[in-house]
Nanobody
Framework: QVQLVESGGGLVQPGGSLRLSCPAS????????MGWFRQAPGKEREFVAA????????YYGDSVNGRFTISRDNAKNTVYLQMNSLKPEDTAVYYC?????????????????WGQGTQVTVSS
C-alpha cells in the first residue's frame, strides 16, 4: 500500500494558476503509473491526467487538455499537476492516485491507492 498526500490547493481567480503536489511513500514510486482525478459537489469523480512510470507519456481529460500539465520526479517520489488558465468549472477536490493499470488509467477503477484530496476553488 502506498500513502499519498496532496497539497497545493486553494482559492484562485479565474485565469490564474496553481500547482498541486503529491508525494508518495515507499520505494517503488517509479513503478507506478500515477493519476490525478477531481470531484465537484454532486458529480462523479472525473479523470484529469495520468503519467507513465518514466514520465515519457502523459494523458489528459478533454476538459483540461492544453491547460494542465502532469509531471513527476521519481527521485523525489512526487507527482505534480500544473494548472493554468483556471476556470470556475475547475472547482473541485483534486485527488492523487497511484499504481494505475492499463487500459483503465483514465478510470477510477484502474487505481487502488488514493490520497485524501485537496480543495481547489476558482472564483472571483
Amino acid at each position: 500500500q502506498v500513502q499519498l498526500v496532496e497539497s497545493g490547493g486553494g482559492l484562485v481567480q479565474p485565469g490564474g494558476s496553481l500547482r498541486l503536489s503529491c508525494p508518495a511513500s515507499g520505494r517503488t514510486f517509479s513503478s507506478y503509473v500515477m493519476g490525478w482525478f477531481r470531484q465537484a459537489p454532486g458529480k462523479e469523480r472525473e479523470f484529469v491526467a495520468a503519467i507513465s512510470r518514466s514520465g515519457g507519456n502523459s494523458y489528459y481529460g478533454d476538459s483540461v487538455n492544453g491547460r494542465f500539465t502532469i509531471s513527476r520526479d521519481n527521485a523525489k517520489n512526487t507527482v505534480y499537476l500544473q494548472m493554468n488558465s483556471l476556470k470556475p468549472e475547475d472547482t473541485a477536490v483534486y485527488y492523487c492516485a497511484a499504481d494505475g493499470r492499463f487500459p483503465l488509467i483514465q478510470s477510477t477503477r484502474g487505481y487502488d491507492n488514493w490520497g485524501q484530496g485537496t480543495q481547489v476553488t476558482v472564483s472571483s
